[in-house]
């Protein structure tokens, strides 16, 4: 079975653009989070999604948004981009909802560069 | 608030030699803990947990870790490294209750093979 991906892999931006990453989760897992990896770094929760609720929210701003779509596959999108956003954008998908353990299986991520 | 503490940022070890890579934490509740490791422009991929039950857990690739409730720790050790071990390790913790908080990481510990 194909594990987690994420898309783009590499992406450079400049200062006030929109980003847009794309993720797959692993077939049969209905949760999908995303993590923001800043170089140096442990990855920092951003948002949980599950059956296409958001179930969760790290302490981000409002520039950062993301939704499930009816396949379990998620978007996060980022606006007014600042220098500050340039991370590795992680995905993580895992099967359960309630119950949860936190155990998740990660993407590569997307790696954000913004100029 | 749950928070997580990897105490060493760096860890340089002989081949064949073996490690602890420490991690303490603190939350008012019952936890969930977990080791991940990540390679060179890689996702991060699950080492061990620890849910509930023994105290003593063994994950993938020699990796074992402890549970001590008392001491707030979830220590990862290896009796032998390989030059494969080389990668970033973050501990995690979950506070469970459907994911909503999603995983807190600690900052990592890179852990170096000296041949």
């Known amino acids: 079975d194909a594990g987690v991906t994420q898309s783009p892999t590499h992406l450079i931006k400049t200062r006030g653009q929109h980003v847009t990453l794309r993720c797959s989760p692993i077939?049969?897992?209905?949760?999908v989070s995303w993590y923001q990896q800043v170089l140096g770094q442990g990855p920092q929760f951003i948002f949980q999604?599950?059956?296409?609720?958001?179930?969760g929210r790290g302490n981000f701003p409002d520039r950062f948004s993301a939704r499930q779509f009816p396949n379990y596959s998620s978007e996060l999108n980022v606006n007014a981009l600042l220098l500050g956003d340039s991370a590795l954008y992680l995905c993580?998908?895992?099967?359960?909802?309630?119950?949860?353990?936190?155990?998740?299986?990660f993407g590569e991520g997307s790696r954000l560069t913004v100029l | 608030a749950q928070s997580v503490t990897q105490l060493d940022s760096q860890v340089p070890v002989f081949e064949e030699a073996p490690v602890e890579l420490r991690c303490n934490y603190s939350?008012?509740?019952?936890?969930?803990l977990f080791w991940y490791v990540q390679y060179p422009n890689q996702g991060l991929q699950l080492l061990l947990k620890?849910?509930?039950?023994?105290?003593l857990v063994k994950g993938i690739n020699g990796f074992e870790a402890e549970f001590n409730k008392s001491q707030t720790s979830f220590h990862l050790r290896k009796p032998s490294v390989h030059i494969s071990d080389t990668a970033e390790y973050f501990c995690?913790?979950?506070?469970?209750?459907?994911?909503?908080?999603?995983?807190?990481f600690g900052k990592g510990t890179h852990l170096i093979i000296q041949p």
């Open positions: 077939s049969g897992h209905k949760s």
């Open positions: 995690a913790v979950s506070e469970g209750g459907g994911g909503a908080d999603g995983l807190t």
């Open positions: 999604y599950y059956e296409k609720e958001e179930r």
């Open positions: 620890y849910l509930s039950g023994s105290t």
């Open positions: 939350s008012s509740v019952s936890v969930y």
């Open positions: 993580a998908s895992s099967r359960l909802g309630t119950g949860y353990t936190g155990e998740l299986f």
